[in-house]
């Protein structure tokens, strides 16, 4: 008979609180406790109805934060899902429950992990959670915040380790060590609303809009570098008109986003976009919103002491990546700080039925200890 796991056990505990983003459900609560008991002070920065849990360990030398979020995406349908997404289910060696992959099984191997570490004896640095619910929605309350209250501090962590779902066919097969940043923009375009049969009696604005479309899909924003892609543009919503078939609108909107890489920045992005607005345009709004910068973090001690634990325990060489969406690391590398993000495999993510194989949630935790180990000791 298997040993009972640790880290599945916690796993399981949080899984089964519906925290469903900005909720936290008291996964925090259970979090800290277990920190509690190993030395940790405890400190909670809660802010517009966000839970923000800032645990620390030690009092000099170099410091590592584990960070994570304890919020998740709604289910979808229940009837979609084999089991209660919320009453975590394993069959055939694989944990179901919304959160098992994003990201409660990182945040169970991050305490688990350090249980064990702090069990081996005193450490040459500095231990720390960063833990929030407001990572899955709007993002502001949460690590951001905890970050600015840290840099009013003086607070720079040298090293951070995000446990989002980094992997991609095995565990540890692939680290992320950067990421694109994300512009985006609702823009209006106005014209005067008027009868189809008499076009010159109206302006229409989608006409007018359509070869400034035209114009910034062809546009060549940038090249990428070696290691990021070039920046893309791309339109997610379009929305005009008044239900009729006989009528010139008055105004169309267009949702459209960046996802854009260290070569450009964002006010150059908006600058060139507002260039080609203006010259097909006479009357626009755009409403601009920026959720991060890109960050990359270079090969140095954190990235070594990553790959060095994950090919020990999997046997990998974990390749660098910096692709795919957002995520909490983008408000911790501004302080200056090496960030990775080291999870497991991202398949099921805000997916029906989110799984996580059970057999790599001990082998995560593995990860996390040993990669501390090289930087703590």
């Excluded at 925090?28 to 190993?38: M, Q, T, W, Y």
């Excluded at 005067?192 to 604005?205: C, F, I, L, S």
């Excluded at 006409?207 to 990021?228: S, Y």
């Amino acid at each position: 008979m298997q040993p009972e796991s640790p880290t599945l056990n916690l796993a399981r505990e949080l899984i089964a609180r519906r925290s469903l983003t900005p909720d936290d459900a008291g996964c925090c609560a259970v979090i800290g406790a277990r920190l509690e008991k190993l030395g940790f002070r405890l400190e909670w920065l809660d802010q517009e109805g966000v839970t923000n849990l800032w645990a620390i360990f030690g009092d000099s030398g170099p410091l590592a934060v584990l960070a994570g979020h304890t919020d998740v995406v709604p289910t979808g349908p229940l009837e979609r899902w084999s089991s209660d997404p919320f009453l975590p289910q394993i069959r055939d060696g694989v944990l179901y429950g919304r959160g098992a992959a994003d990201m409660k099984s990182g945040l169970a191997a991050m305490v688990c992990a350090t249980e064990r570490l702090l069990a081996r004896g005193p450490l040459k640095g500095r231990l720390a959670f960063l833990v929030t619910s407001d990572e899955e929605g709007m993002a502001r309350h949460g690590t951001k915040y905890v970050a600015e209250v840290l840099r009013g501090r003086g607070i720079r962590p040298e090293y951070a380790i995000v446990g989002e779902a980094s992997s991609n066919a095995q565990l540890g097969d692939r680290i992320v060590v950067g990421r694109r940043g994300s512009l985006g923009c609702n823009l209006r375009v106005f014209g005067k609303q008027g009868h189809v049969a008499y076009p010159h009696k109206a302006d229409n604005p989608i006409h007018r809009l359509a070869p400034a479309l035209a114009e910034l899909v062809a546009t060549e924003w940038d090249r990428g570098n070696v290691h990021f892609p070039p920046t893309s543009f791309q339109i997610s919503n379009v929305h005009g008109g008044t239900g009729a078939n006989n009528v010139i609108p008055g105004e169309v909107e267009v949702v459209f986003n960046f996802r854009y890489c260290t070569e450009s920045t964002a006010e150059g992005l908006k600058a060139r976009v507002h260039a080609v607005l203006d010259r097909h345009l006479p009357r626009y709004e755009a409403d601009w919103w920026h959720t991060g910068e890109p960050f990359l973090t270079r090969q140095g001690k954190l990235i070594e002491a990553a790959q060095a634990a994950i090919g020990e325990i999997t046997g990998l060489r974990a390749e660098q990546f910096t692709g795919g969406g957002t995520s909490d690391a983008r408000f911790i590398a501004p302080l200056g700080t090496e960030v990775v993000e080291i999870g497991p495999i991202n398949d099921s993510i805000h997916k029906v039925d989110e799984h996580v194989n059970v057999a790599d949630l001990d082998r995560l935790s593995l990860i996390y200890e040993n990669t501390l180990v090289r930087l703590l000791r």
